[in-house]
Nanobody, 125 residues
Framework: QVQLVESGGGLVQAGGSLRLSCAAS????????MGWFRQAPGKEREFVAA????????YYADSVKGRFTISRNNAKNTVYLQMNSLKPEDTAGYYC??????????????????WGQGTQVTVSS
């Protein structure tokens, strides 16, 4: 079993930055592809960014490409989401997810096995 705990959310003005962290339990974190998703009120959960187990491959939703960066530190069992140039439309609950197999990155919610409880990001205009 893997437990994921997100942190780093908060209220920020448009144009600002935040860094989200997702701390994972479990000895095999370094073998897990990871992803970040977000969900705004009344909307479906959507893909934001993903990273392979090694960190060598990453992928982003078009809406965040060039503004967000996903990274991981396997020694610390942590994955990060650096968010720059934030916009009001980035306001959502942000969730990290882990998949317990695979060598690539994954973009569908159905491809992940474990989820965190989420952290709220609110961007004011």
């Amino acid at each position: 079993q893997v437990q994921l705990v997100e942190s780093g959310g908060g209220l920020v003005q448009a144009g600002g930055s935040l860094r989200l962290s997702c701390a994972a339990s479990g000895r095999t974190f370094s073998s897990y592809p990871m992803g970040w998703f977000r969900q705004a009120p009344g909307k479906e959960r959507e893909f934001v960014a993903a990273i392979s187990w090694s960190g060598g491959s990453t992928y982003y939703a078009d809406s965040v490409k060039g503004r967000f960066t996903i990274s991981r530190n396997n020694a610390k069992n942590t994955v990060y989401l650096q968010m720059n140039s934030l916009k009001p439309e980035d306001t959502a609950g942000y969730y990290c997810a882990a998949r317990d197999r695979g060598t690539s990155y994954y973009t569908s919610i159905w491809e992940y096995d474990y989820w965190g409880q989420g952290t709220q990001v609110t961007v004011s205009s």
